[in-house]
């Protein structure tokens, strides 16, 4: 399977921007190990009854993202982290 192109929407962008360099090595290397391949699942849940619209956490990062099966892109709606 090919994996899936990865985009951030403009607010999870802001919050990748600041983040400390040593946490996004990391949460940017589990987003092309597990998320990219396959956002179905490691843990992914759907929100509410839309299985393209999905939470999961990624390296201590919480995401919430939507999945376009049909051009093959998880877009990052939103990311919380401490």
């Not at 843990?43 to 990062?61: H, K, L, Q």
Request: glycine share 6%; aromatic share 10%.
């Amino acid at each position: 399977m090919t994996g899936y192109r990865l985009q951030y929407a403009p607010p999870a962008d802001l919050a990748l921007d600041s983040m400390e360099a040593q946490l996004r090595a990391r949460f940017d290397a589990g987003m092309l190990a597990w998320l990219a391949p396959d956002p179905y699942g490691h843990g992914s849940a759907p929100i509410d009854r839309d299985e393209d619209r999905r939470e999961a956490t990624v390296s201590g990062v919480v995401i919430r993202y939507y999945v376009s099966r049909s051009v093959l892109t998880v877009t990052v709606v939103r990311l919380v982290f401490v």
